[in-house]
């Protein structure tokens, strides 16, 4: 043994002394209090003995967290089968205006199911499913990051026994209590059901669009099949729904479906469940709609606002109420315009809203019950000049002023030649003149100078999505849009802020702050506005709209397109912005229809019911005193007084200005053959009857 090294020499274990003692300086053995060696060890195990008592916690806490759950949420409803879904709306006074129900297939069970089928919905939906205990890690973590840090659309992170959880038990609210009530469940019923069972169960009251609940009520609805003989194609269309079942339901937007499916089908390749060959043969599914269909319930506004209150419900089991913006009194007085409005062959609509996008009254047809299809939001038709609010909004933007001159005389751009509807072409005028007299060839030089482009940026900026093809004859309103976008448009101009936002629901939040912020909402500027409100007011006050005047400020614009296929009025007046539309479902052309005309009227008559005012009265003519006039000036003083005569619809009439001033009716005399001898000429017909021909409306085309 060495016995120059530091380290002390090791006793024998047998021995007495079996602890090593540590040698100090000198060869002293230090006190005991200075020997650290084994501490480490005792810290480590005083900090395990706080492991017990951390899991002690965790149960407590989870045993509370049950107590809660159970005592908030009733578990044994998982096994109990859904319960056909009801919604009643409300208007926004708080009355019914419509009850609908839904379409409940029978339940499915998943091991009777094609394999194809049950692997569409887990590939798009939870393609983990068959090993989670409910809650999914990896897809939370894959959600958050593409919400966060990429723009491929929002993700959802919930599985499918999640989706169940909140079908089944809980409302759509988005608050974290509710989420973490949505957890507990999933734990719960995957503790308790089998993947088949809870799997089953999600596909018996999934919500697929159409008032269609349950797997097998859509593969009827939407195929004339069962869902136990669905094909792929079918399968993964149906698959695809669940992420927006009212925007994508393929009886509406077969196009938007079939995109759906197509991705379905692309995870089902990347998920493994079909070869790429096997992908690639997949062919877009056809539809066959069952022919026996329930009919709608409620109004045209029900039926447009009800998919969205279901969207906002989730999938949901228990009857329900939901507030709209309806509001009873205006729809009474929109409904009653219609009735006045004494139409034939013609259908009208008619959209009312209030500045933030709250619609109010709606009209989609004559007869509901003969057609339910809503010409307010489904139809698209041409606006014809009511576009024109877009082409002079770029024209103010370029610099522009209501005061400035454009020449009102034909043009030419490439082979379109417009023309004035009445044939007159007054040389340089004002874009106020211009615009109440509804110029097409001035519309057309204004879209020449500002540019394709800004007229359609103005129109996109109004909130105009549907197409706008970039040529210069959309200054007449040649591209299509529905009554509803158009409308939202016009409001646009009467609230300050672009875009609107059509909305139906009462709880649906109109843009604050932060739409401001990120741009996607904006004031227009105070030129903008004053001008467009300048040449709106000209347009009733002495242009085309001026049937539309009511005795309030009033700002409107009309449209006629080519042939009168389509005539509209868009305006508004103390708050409420109002379109309307007739013309023929067949697109035929209606003789004599114009804006101007039955549609301004029909206007006017809802407007002064739903404000409570009078149309403004036309003015009375002006009658000078002509005594005034004779005694300003001698010369013009007539001793015996004056005599005119003339005619009116065809009979002679003598109007006699005495020397006092005052008029008097006389029957004029006549040299010639006596009346009943006067033939009118052949010739002079003709003139007249073609001068009658030519009086068209002073609105487009």
Excluded: C
């Amino acid at each position: 043994m060495r016995y120059d090294t530091l380290y002390p020499e090791i006793p024998d274990a047998r021995g007495p002394a079996a602890q090593p003692q540590p040698v100090g300086p000198g060869g002293a053995v230090p006190p005991l209090g200075d020997y650290t060696v084994n501490l480490p060890v005792i810290v480590r195990r005083r900090k395990w003995r706080w492991v017990p008592r951390i899991l002690a916690g965790l149960i407590l806490l989870f045993l509370a967290a049950v107590a809660w759950l159970v005592w908030t949420a009733p578990l044994s409803k998982s096994l109990e089968p859904p319960v056909p879904p009801s919604i009643t709306l409300l208007s926004a006074e708080g009355t019914a205006i419509a009850r609908t129900g839904a379409v409940v297939g029978k339940p499915v069970d998943a091991a009777q199911l094609p394999e194809h089928v049950v692997q569409a919905f887990v590939a798009v939906e939870d393609r983990r499913f068959q090993s989670h205990w409910g809650v999914d890690p990896r897809g939370i973590l894959r959600a958050f990051v593409n919400n966060m840090f990429t723009d491929n659309g929002r993700q959802g992170g919930s599985t499918i026994t999640q989706q169940l959880a909140k079908n089944a038990f809980l409302n759509s609210d988005r608050t974290f209590g509710r989420k973490f009530q949505e957890v507990l469940i999933a734990f719960w019923l995957e503790a308790w059901l089998t993947k088949d069972e809870i799997l089953s169960r999600y596909l018996s009251n999934v919500y697929f669009g159409d008032n269609q609940y349950g797997l097998d009520a859509a593969a009827r609805h939407y195929f004339s099949r069962p869902a136990t003989d669905l094909t792929t194609a079918q399968a993964a269309m149906l698959a695809g729904l669940v992420k927006a079942p009212s925007r994508l339901a393929p009886s509406s937007n077969l196009k938007g479906a079939r995109e759906r499916q197509a991705v379905v089908v692309s995870t089902m390749v990347d998920a493994g469940f079909l070869t790429e060959a096997e992908g690639k043969a997949v062919q877009p599914a056809r539809l066959r709609l069952s022919k026996v269909k329930t009919l709608p319930s409620g109004t045209y506004f029900a039926d447009w606002v009800l998919p969205e209150a279901r969207d906002r419900s989730g999938e949901i089991t228990t009857n329900q109420t939901v507030t709209t913006t309806l509001e009873a009194r205006m729809q009474r007085a929109a409904e009653r315009a219609v009735r006045n409005a004494a139409l034939r062959k013609a259908q009208v609509a008619i959209v009312a809203m209030r500045p933030d996008g709250r619609v109010i009254a709606m009209v989609g047809g004559k007869n509901y019950a003969a057609s339910p299809f809503n010409r307010a939001t489904q139809a698209q038709r041409q606006p014809g000049s009511t576009f024109k609010l877009f082409v002079y909004l770029a024209a103010l933007r370029s610099g522009m002023t209501p005061d400035s001159i454009v020449r009102d005389e034909p043009i030419t751009i490439g082979d379109w030649s417009p023309k004035n509807s009445d044939g007159r072409y007054r040389g340089p005028i004002t874009l106020r003149e211009a615009f109440a007299r509804s110029s097409n060839v001035a519309a057309a030089r204004l879209t020449q100078r500002v540019g394709v482009s800004a007229v359609i940026q103005a129109a996109r900026d109004l909130g105009i999505t549907s197409p706008i093809p970039n040529e210069a004859s959309i200054a007449l309103g040649t591209s299509s849009v529905s009554l509803l976008e158009l409308t939202a448009a016009y409001a646009a101009i009467a609230s300050g802020t672009a875009p609107v936002r059509p909305r139906g629901l009462a709880d649906t939040d109109a843009p604050g702050w932060a739409a401001r912020l990120t741009g996607s909402v904006r004031s227009l500027s105070r030129r903008e506005l004053d001008g467009m409100r300048d040449l709106l007011s000209a347009t009733v006050a002495g242009g085309t709209g001026r049937s539309a005047a009511l005795a309030i400020d009033t700002f409107g614009k009309t449209g006629t397109t080519q042939d009168n296929r389509d005539a509209l009025f868009l305006g508004y007046a103390d708050g409420i912005i109002t379109g309307v539309w007739m013309g023929n479902d067949d697109n035929s052309p209606n003789g004599g229809l114009a804006g101007g005309g039955a549609p301004a009227r029909v206007w006017r008559d809802f407007m002064s019911q739903a404000l409570g005012v009078t149309a403004r009265p036309r003015p009375e003519p002006v009658v000078e005193n002509v005594t005034d006039v004779l005694v300003e000036d001698p010369d013009n003083f007539i001793e015996d007084g004056l005599e005119l005569e003339g005619s009116f619809g065809g009979r002679e009439l003598g109007v006699r200005v005495n020397r006092d001033g005052s008029i008097e009716m006389t029957r004029p005399r006549r040299e010639g053959p006596p009346e009943d001898e006067f033939v009118e000429e052949p010739r002079d017909r003709g003139r007249r009857d073609e001068r009658r021909r030519e009086q068209v409306p002073e609105d487009e085309f």
